[in-house]
Every structure is written in C-alpha cells, then in structure tokens.
C-alpha cells in the first residue's frame, strides 16, 4: 500500500461500487469493512442446513434505472423475481400492498376497478397538507384500513406513531384500484442468480482492490490515504460530537424447518397487529432454491443495536445537515451510501449514488 491508495470504508453497495469504478479508472483501493464479511447488509450466505438466506433480512432488487442494472450485470446472473407481500389482519392473509382484491376479500365485496376507486373515495379522510405519515395513509384508505394494515404495524416498526414519521415513509407504499399483488412494479425485478455475496466477490475481484475484514476504520485512520471513501455512520465518523443520529434498529430470528419444503404462501408475510415482529420471510421463494426444508426469519424492530434504518423525522434531518456541513469541511473524504447520507435508500439507489461519487472522485 502507498501514500496513492484509496481507502473505502464498508464492503456494502456503497463501498463495493465506488471501489470497483476508481479500481477500472485504474486506482489503487483499499476496502475494510468491520464485519468479518463483505456485502453489508444485502450480505447472504448458506445456513447450517445448505439453505441460501439473508443475514440481516431480505433484500430484494428491484430498479427502473438501467444503468444500475447495466452496471451490476458485469458481475451476475439474474434470477426474475417479483416480491409478493401478504398481511395478516384477523388470522386472515390479504394482499399488501392494498389492492382491491384486499377489498373484496376484506369486506365481502365485488368491486370493479372504478368501484375500487369510488370506494377509496368514500372512505378517505381528505388532509391538507399532507406532512406525516398519518396524512398520507388517512388521505388515500382511510381510518379502518389505516388501524388494521398500517397504525400498528409503523408503532412496531420505528416506535412511533405515524404522525410522528415524515410522509415519505407511507408514500413508499401504494395503493391500487387493480388486482396486481406485486409488491414492486419497477421494470426490472430480479434476484443475483448465485446470491448477493458472490456478485460482490466479483466486483471486488480486481488487481487495484485489496480487501480486509474485520478491520475497523478506527484501527487504519492514521495510516496516511490519498482519499477516504466513508459509507459508514457519518455521526460516528464525527465521533458523535452533534449528538446521536436516531436509526433504527432490528433483531433477526432465523428458524430452519426441516422437513418443511414451503412455510407460507408468499416471500413474506406481514403480522401488522399481532406478535413482537413485523413480518416474517421465507427464503426460498426469493432464491428459487430447491431443499426439502425451508428457512424463515422474523424481523423484531428495536431501538438498540447496529444501525439499519436512519429514523424520517424533520429533527433528525436537521442534526444530520450539520453533520453534512462538517463534511463538506472534510476535503479529502467522500461521504456516500444510506448510513454516510442518513437516506432511507434502496439498493439500486444507493448504487446510483456511488457511481456518482465515483464518477466526481475520478473526474
Ligand atoms: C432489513 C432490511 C431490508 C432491506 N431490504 C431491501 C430490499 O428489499 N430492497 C432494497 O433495495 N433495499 C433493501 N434494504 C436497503 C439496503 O440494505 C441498503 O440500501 C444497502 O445495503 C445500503 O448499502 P450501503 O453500502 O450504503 O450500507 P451497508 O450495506 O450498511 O454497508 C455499510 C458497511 O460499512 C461498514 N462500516 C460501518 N462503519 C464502519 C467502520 N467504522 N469501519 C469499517 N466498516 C464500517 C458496515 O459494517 C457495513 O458493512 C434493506 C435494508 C434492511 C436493513
């Protein structure tokens, strides 16, 4: 290693992505992640009984950006895949997000797409203006859809109420007068045929890239780099000087069941009222994976532990933009990724942002 080399730290999207770009602009790159693996949180590996799962909850791809996808096929092949959701409400499985299948099935109905639509009309609270997450839910179902797919669920989630919660977080989800029960509607969905973990081995396979685990930013910071790439937590970066950044946080439960070749009838099914988690997963509809047992995990939210989700409040945003002022200060380090930017950001979104970043480090 030499005074020319770039650091990156974290071997998720962010860290990966950006390391791959300045490695092919023909850069010397260091990448460190304190995990004793690479991926970040899309990290999947092999359980103990040969089942393909995801660490830390499943992730599933899904873009309408084809340069993302352009960028990320050099490194796999894709297995098409379209998320299916369902919530329970009553020992009852309806689709989600809701569609008018969810209607019909949920009030003994018939409708058609234009009574769908009239009956959405009905039932709706009108809000003006729309700020929370409360606003956005009660504006386009109602109060009764409200309490039995979203009020209990979002409680359990983040540990607050949707009226304490920036309208974005409900935007992310429709709502639908037709039957389509696909959880995304992006152009293109679909799965890394051989597992999230392998295409970022071969991303990060590359003469200009040097890789180590289990190394933390802490222990290497002083060692002299030409340029820092930071995905990690930019309060810890700034060792918490502002204060803590809120994330929140998450418990995985993973569960094999041997013996049991298919647990439920979708990828995931969602318990918005009932039980300590959110929702539960069955891996092998995700991956397509043939075993004669299945593996499930369920995702408990909570407030301590590592960081997954940066917590949509106008206060958190405005601790994080001073954060964000400290950084600009920091000429030669790069702030990218969901926890260096405190997004709530998806996968192919997060790649965007690094390519950028890239593209401006090598510009
Ligand atoms: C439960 C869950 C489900 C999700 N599902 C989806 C989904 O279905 N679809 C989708 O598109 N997105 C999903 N996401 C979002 C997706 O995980 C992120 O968009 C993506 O992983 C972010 O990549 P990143 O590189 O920014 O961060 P990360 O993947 O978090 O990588 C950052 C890395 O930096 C390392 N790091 C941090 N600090 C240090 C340090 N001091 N020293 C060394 N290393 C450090 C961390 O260990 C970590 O590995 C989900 C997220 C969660 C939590």
């Known amino acids: 290693m030499s005074g020319s080399t770039i650091l990156v730290v974290g071997a998720g999207y962010a860290g990966s992505v950006v390391a791959r770009e300045l490695a092919d602009a023909g850069r010397e790159v260091l990448v460190i992640d304190k995990r004793p693996h690479i991926a970040g949180n899309a990290y999947d590996a092999y359980d103990e009984h040969g089942v393909l799962v995801h660490r830390y909850g499943p992730h599933i791809f899904h873009t309408n950006g084809e340069r993302i996808v352009e960028f990320l096929s050099r490194f796999t092949e894709w297995r098409p895949y379209e998320h299916r959701v369902r919530g329970v409400v009553d020992g009852e499985l309806y689709p989600f997000p809701i569609n008018r299948d969810t209607l019909n099935r949920l009030y003994g109905l018939e409708l058609d797409e234009a009574g769908a639509a009239d009956f959405f009309e009905r039932v709706r609270e009108p809000r003006d203006p729309v700020l929370t997450s409360e606003d956005v839910v009660l504006n386009s179902v109602g109060r009764d859809l409200y309490e039995k797919f979203f009020l209990h669920y979002t409680r359990k989630q983040w540990g607050l109420d949707p009226s304490e919660l920036k309208a974005g977080v409900a935007a992310r989800i429709p709502v639908r007068t037709n039957t389509d029960d696909r959880y995304f509607t992006d152009t293109f969905q679909a799965m890394p045929r051989h597992g999230y973990t392998k295409m970022f081995e ?105 960081p997954y989700y940066p917590v949509p409040r106008a206060e958190n945003e405005a601790l994080f933009k001073r954060y964000e002022d400290l950084g600009r200060n920091e000429r030669d380090v790069t702030f990218v990724g969901r926890l260096a930017q405190y997004r709530y950001y998806n996968m192919d979104q997060v790649v965007g942002a690094a390519l950028a970043a890239a593209k401006r480090l090598i510009g």
């Not at 204060?243 to 009838?265: D, I, N, W």
């Not at 990828?267 to 997963?281: E, F, K, L, M, S």
């Open 202 to 306: 071969a991303m990060l396979d590359h003469p200009n890239i040097s890789t180590e685990v289990g190394v933390d930013f802490a222990d290497v910071r002083n060692r002299g780099f030409a340029h820092v790439v930071y995905t990690g937590p930019i309060d810890a970066y700034f060792d918490y000087r502002y204060g803590r950044l809120p994330y929140r946080s998450l418990r995985f439960e993973h569960e094999h069941l041997p013996g049991v070749a298919r647990y439920q009838e979708t990828g995931t099914v969602n318990y918005p009222n009932d039980h300590a988690y959110t929702r539960i997963t069955e891996f092998k509809h995700l991956t397509g994976q043939q075993h004669s047992g299945t593996s499930i995990v369920r995702e408990f939210p909570q407030a301590e532990g590592d």
